[in-house]
């Protein structure tokens, strides 16, 4: 178990499986951070365009709609979301995806991810 601290950066968890989006918010909500779910990837890309910009996203490559790989496409090719990290969490994952700075595959312990996250978006 992680400690609990004031939540300080918004992560953004895009992963169609109900289960598993929950578990890696409650997760990652147990260290500190503040997570946002979104199950399609439409709705993901709504939510990039017009909320603010999450510290990290955590992305799965088979979802609903837009899938993972069309939008880490777009976010590489949009000049005010380029530069945020990714993470990419999927079963589907033979090989590193380019546009990602890190990769899991599911399944993947909790703390892997901690770990990687805390990397990632620093204290």
Do not use: C
Request: hydrophobic fraction near 45%; aromatic fraction near 6%; glycine fraction near 8%.
């Amino acid at each position: 178990m992680v400690p609990q601290k004031t939540p300080r950066r918004t992560i953004l968890v895009i992963e169609d499986d109900t289960d598993i989006a929950n578990a890696v918010a409650e997760h990652l909500r147990e260290g500190g951070y503040s997570v946002e779910t979104i199950g399609d990837g439409d709705s993901a890309w709504r939510r990039l365009l017009e909320g603010g910009r999450p510290s990290l996203i955590v992305l799965d490559l088979k979802l609903p709609g837009l899938s993972g790989w069309d939008l880490l496409a777009r976010l590489r090719e949009s000049t005010t979301l380029v530069n945020v990290p990714v993470v990419v969490a999927s079963a589907f994952l033979g090989s590193p995806v380019a546009g990602a700075l890190a990769w899991l595959k599911k399944p993947f312990a909790p703390q892997d991810l901690f770990a990687v996250v805390q990397r990632l978006v620093p204290g």
